[in-house]
């Protein structure tokens, strides 16, 4: 299994200061034949679904503001949420699905200064 | 607008089984090139991947639940299915029906709170 390990755990940044959270895989979800990292994020605010926000490592959903991107390739990944707004209190997962099982890292709690 | 809602009973005794299901409206599970899953996440927890089911019927299951676990799907309904054998206190959880993209959730149901508890 591909294990997931985000960092840190949780965070606290003032609004509009940027946001910075890590995700990190056991082996590398770059699939050479593509060119693509199968590396997703999730944004879960408290009682509600977890919501795409990014897919291929850096392509955003639609709809998702541009202060989120997503960044890194092989084993090494970031979202950054370049000026915080308070809607992005949240918890972030990252998730690989280069191959099953599908595995998600433990989250990153965002939370305001 | 694709919607997902997630249907079943709340609280399950223990090594009773557990079924759910899921009810896909403004689209058709039938439509190749989605697969059709079920992530669960215990109370102040992570996410796990249940399974998911193309919509040819082949599967795909967590090794650790692999012998309890069956998804299914029945397009004259657009619905698909979870049923966990043997549940126990370990499989309280909120369980989240979803489609899936290349391997990725691109849409959620709500959730729905399942207890083990006699």
């Known amino acids: ?113 | 607008q694709l919607q997902l809602q997630e249907s079943g009973p709340g609280l399950v005794k223990p090594s009773e089984t557990l079924s759910l299901t899921c009810t896909v409206s403004g689209g058709s599970i039938s439509s190749s090139g989605y697969y059709w899953g079920w992530i669960r996440q215990s109370p102040g927890k992570g996410l796990e991947w249940i399974g998911h089911i193309y919509y040819d019927g082949g599967a795909d299951y967590i090794p650790s639940l692999k012998s309890r676990v069956t998804i299914s799907l029945d397009a004259s309904k657009n619905q698909f299915s979870l049923i966990l054998r043997s549940v126990t206190a370990a499989d309280t959880a909120i369980y989240y029906c979803g489609r899936i993209l290349s391997y990725y959730f691109d849409h959620w149901g709500q959730g729905t709170l399942v207890t083990v508890s006699s």
């Open chain 1, 1 to 113: 299994d591909i294990v997931m390990t985000q960092s840190p755990d949780s965070l606290a940044v003032s609004l509009g200061e940027r946001a910075t959270i890590n995700c990190k895989s056991s082996q590398s979800v770059l699939y050479r034949s593509n060119n693509k990292n199968y590396l997703a994020w999730y944004q879960q605010k408290p009682g509600q679904p977890p919501k795409l926000l990014i897919y291929w490592a850096s392509t955003r959903e639609s709809g998702v503001p541009d202060r989120f991107t997503g960044s890194g390739s092989g084993t090494d990944f970031t979202l950054t949420i370049s000026s915080l707004q308070g809607e992005d209190v949240a918890v972030y997962y990252c998730q690989q699905y280069l191959t099953t099982p599908l595995t998600f890292g433990g989250g990153t709690k965002v939370e305001i200064k």
